[in-house]
């Protein structure tokens, strides 16, 4: 599985302006309610005066969404059969990734080219492209896009 400490810190906390005083001080974990007493927690790093922290089953969880996302783009990239449909080591990648999403409790996916939702069991591949915040962390149809 890929290392995922800075891109969690990076990529997979909450946009920071929904964050509450609490999680930007460090005494709440950034993903649940839960209250993290001194040292207790993960340390996600600071950013100016707020000191991120997280949940250890939080970290775990939301630190396997994004490896196991990685983990799905890299096969992607160096296999031969991928761009044509999934091969089958393409679909298990996707399909750990799809159950750590929903493990997670994230929104439904939807498709970055057509800004369709993604139905279950349709078939897609992770895109990963730079916007202007830094890397976005999507996905397209795995062939062309429904009409």
Same mark, same amino acid.
């Given at each position: 599985?890929? &290392?995922?400490?800075?891109?969690?810190?990076? +990529?997979?906390?909450? !946009?920071?302006?929904?964050?509450?005083?609490?999680?930007?001080?460090?005494?709440?974990?950034?993903?649940?309610?839960?209250?993290? *007493? $001194?040292?207790?927690?993960? &340390?996600?790093?600071?950013?100016? *005066?707020?000191?991120?922290?997280? %949940?250890? =089953?939080?970290?775990?969880?939301? $630190? #396997?969404?994004? =490896?196991?996302?990685? &983990?799905?783009? &890299?096969?992607? /990239?160096? %296999?031969?059969?991928?761009?044509? $449909?999934? %091969?089958?080591?393409?679909?298990?990648? $996707? !399909?750990?990734?799809?159950? =750590? #999403?929903?493990?997670?409790?994230?929104?439904?996916?939807?498709?970055?080219?057509?800004?369709?939702? /993604? !139905?279950?069991?349709? =078939?897609?591949?992770?895109?990963?492209?730079?916007?202007?915040?830094?890397?976005? +962390?999507?996905?397209?149809? !795995?062939? #062309?896009?429904?009409?």
């Amino acid at each position: 599985m890929s &290392d995922v400490g800075r891109g969690l810190r990076l +990529f997979v906390v909450p !946009a920071l302006s929904t964050v509450t005083i609490q999680q930007r001080s460090g005494t709440v974990c950034v993903w649940c309610p839960r209250t993290l *007493d $001194g040292g207790e927690g993960v &340390d996600l790093g600071a950013l100016g *005066d707020w000191h991120l922290r997280a %949940c250890p =089953a939080c970290h775990e969880v939301q $630190g #396997r969404v994004l =490896a196991t996302y990685l &983990d799905w783009y &890299d096969h992607g /990239i160096a %296999c031969l059969y991928c761009p044509l $449909g999934p %091969c089958e080591r393409g679909k298990e990648l $996707g !399909a750990q990734h799809l159950a =750590a #999403r929903e493990q997670a409790g994230k929104p439904e996916l939807s498709c970055v080219g057509c800004r369709t939702p /993604i !139905a279950p069991g349709e =078939a897609i591949r992770p895109h990963l492209w730079q916007g202007l915040g830094g890397p976005v +962390f999507s996905y397209l149809h !795995a062939r #062309r896009c429904p009409q």
